[in-house]
């Protein structure tokens, strides 16, 4: 399997083709972690450099792991202990990483578009882990796998995303992923983090959580970032959860079969009740363990052997 | 040689006979740090994350070579950087960790019982790498490995600690695991830094500098935190230096062939004079050389071909 | 080739003889990092500190690669997340870590002088990755090798440093390294950057821009460390751009053949114009790309197997 481009900057533009590569790559690719020895030398020799601009130890270690598993070499970069970034421009800063000649550069930036704008200047692989509330197509890809794993299909799912969508890159990503796939996506969650207009892109918004929760056959909880509750109108995490968290009560009301996700880290009994993020309807360690499968995937669809 | 458990939470509950397998085996194991290549491909393909949520480069850095030596791939995560930890359980972290699928993990945190929580929640290896007041087993390894080597036996000695006892992780795994052994540990220190009823715990209180010194055939010098000396009465660390540090003079009454130990990083002039960190009875380097063995050999047991 | 010394903590005392086995074995190495697969086993089983007091993430990245394109394992300390300095000398620390038996310890430190003290002390190789306002030999070596590059020799060349001298390292390595190989150095800058009699060090002063840049082959401009900028009566970057940064204006009295370079990060618009920063005259990304190629030139001579 191959892939006809150098980088992974969103799932906007990309085919519902490449998607089904990338998943399927990942599928095959799953297992090496599960192995005794769990590590192949796929990418021996290759170099891989995580420049997080926003701190991340959640993705950036997810990276690193699906880097050493296929052998390839990491030099990991923080803003907080970069020196590269002192007054130095952007581009400035790729290009003078480019001149220690790395194979591929996974980029978090607080700006959207920055990994893009790197695309444009320097002729290496770049990947997006995350820009600005623009996308995150690594989540986005991870979350479609392990969908795709638990309703054996990416197409006529009814998916709600719950919570801050305003903010969040996670559901751009999943939205634009899954609408590619074939499956509709509702958001719900506090009116004034709902974008306006956004019917245009493609999303449905429900009018209730139990409209949202009712014919889901997939609910994605955002994670709550509690210094934005203030553009809510409501002070209080509690009243937030009584309103968009997702409880036992909503659970009842719900497909039987319908899955629970989360991009973590969970906020227990805020986004969701312990008992739904523990319940056997939940797949959000199934999430993490495909994190580090898709990454895997992309490196070698991007840098390996048969790299277009 | 191999070990009937999983996980190195403590050294309470721990027979002599497993002390012993381990010491054995960083013993052998310590040749390959003075090899010419000094690199063995015995844990290739393992993972090991390093996840301290202290601070803590000299104990992180030995884990590191360790794993290095062993051919095993790391990942350090540290709280500091750490989004980890926002707002979740350290037991969901660790699950996401898992979902991940190290071969092990290595845990430090300020909260006591912290390593005990997670070998109970994930199946994967844990090794305690210190938990708040509570244990610090490998460093009560490698003191053991550094007693034997000097002294040639653990049973029968006289083994006395000086200091901060009360918040001392290392006092606490050194007196578990000598007590196992057969030796006999004497505790000194300010009296409001010694534990009541510590006698009930299998230790001896000295009434004085002189006493704790005299029949000592180990004495390991616990390091001042100054931040607590506001616990103490008097003011400065001068005043300390005077009472319970180990100078000349204290060495003069102590038996010929006494050894000194220290977990380090010393504060020279408080717990101990330049002389005596500098003298002939000094191996507290040895302990650090000690401590990369016995930290592969933890992992070598644990997660190694012959792991239980 | 190899060379005869174990440390390499300045330039001040190498010969030009030792100074061209480095450049040529770097340009030898080069090449690796330009293949499909950017790896020797060359430094296999060897271990690399990497031991940064003062933050440098583009050094320490360079050095890292270098360290990995060798097969050499590293391990990365950095004051801020070390306790191993708490209260503790440098000495200590430096033999703590040599217990721990790494191969190399690379070390940047605020400190003029450090590195030296170290290698007194401690029986490995020691590589200064900038010690104080002393010297940063990597750095020398690599403008060494990009001017080589460039103009196919290292004698008879006139080169001006221009910028901050006082509390360059940069300017004090390339002074010593240039002057050895048999070039001239002019250094310019505002009057209190520059130190007193720096006449007696082999240097010469222009007395104005015009004087720094008419016969230069090459033009080095030094970083603008703003909070410096204080000691200069002037107070803005503009100003300092206006009387010291280099233009259009001056790139047209240069010679046709002048090649401009810059340590890196530049504050374009400061020490040049960002015409002068990407014009063909730049080699700055080439000091960059050379960098990674003289440490690992180091890291051969110094501990590979060739090593003295």
Redesign the interface.
């Known amino acids: 399997m191959s892939l006809s481009r150098r980088n992974l900057l969103g799932l906007d533009g990309m085919s519902a083709g490449e998607i089904t590569t990338i998943l399927d790559t990942a599928e095959n690719l799953k297992e090496i972690?599960?192995?005794?020895?769990?590590?192949v030398p796929t990418l021996?020799?290759?170099?891989i450099?995580h420049f997080f601009y926003e701190?991340?130890?959640?993705t950036r270690?997810?990276f690193?792991?699906a880097a050493?598993r296929l052998s390839a070499?990491t030099?990991s970069?923080?803003a907080?202990?970069?020196?590269?970034?002192?007054?130095?421009?952007l581009i400035?800063?790729a290009?003078?990483?480019?001149?220690?000649?790395?194979?591929c550069i996974v980029i978090r930036h607080s700006q959207s578009g920055a990994p893009h704008l790197l695309a444009k200047h320097i002729p290496i692989s770049i990947i997006n882990a995350g820009d600005g509330a623009h996308e995150h197509p690594t989540q986005g890809l991870l979350d479609m796998l392990t969908i795709r794993q638990a309703k054996g299909r990416l197409d006529g799912l009814k998916v709600s995303i719950i919570g801050d969508i305003t903010h969040s890159r996670v559901a751009r990503s999943d939205l634009i992923g899954l609408n590619t796939m074939g499956s509709e996506v509702t958001f719900y969650g506090p009116r004034t983090l709902i974008p306006p207009a956004v019917e245009s892109l493609g999303a449905k918004v429900a009018g209730s959580m139990e409209e949202a929760v009712a014919d889901a056959d997939v609910i994605i909880m955002l994670r709550v970032q509690?210094e934005r509750l203030t553009d809510v109108l409501f002070p209080t995490l509690r009243e937030y959860a009584q309103r968009f968290g997702l409880g036992m009560k909503e659970m009842k009301a719900a497909k039987k079969d319908v899955v629970v996700m989360h991009p973590?880290?969970?906020?227990?009994g805020?986004e969701m009740s312990p008992e739904v993020a523990d319940g056997p309807w939940s797949v959000i360690?199934?999430q993490?363990?495909n994190?580090?499968a898709v990454r895997m995937a992309l490196l070698y669809l991007l840098i390996g052997p048969e790299a277009a």
Do not use: F, W
């Open positions: 972690s599960y192995r005794p020895i769990r590590k021996r020799g290759k170099t450099v701190a991340s130890t959640r270690t997810s690193e792991l050493k070499d030099v970069l923080s907080s202990t970069s020196s590269l970034t002192k007054g130095e421009t400035d800063t290009k003078n990483l480019l001149a220690m000649s790395p194979d509690q973590g880290p969970i906020n227990r805020v360690l199934d993490v363990a994190g580090v």
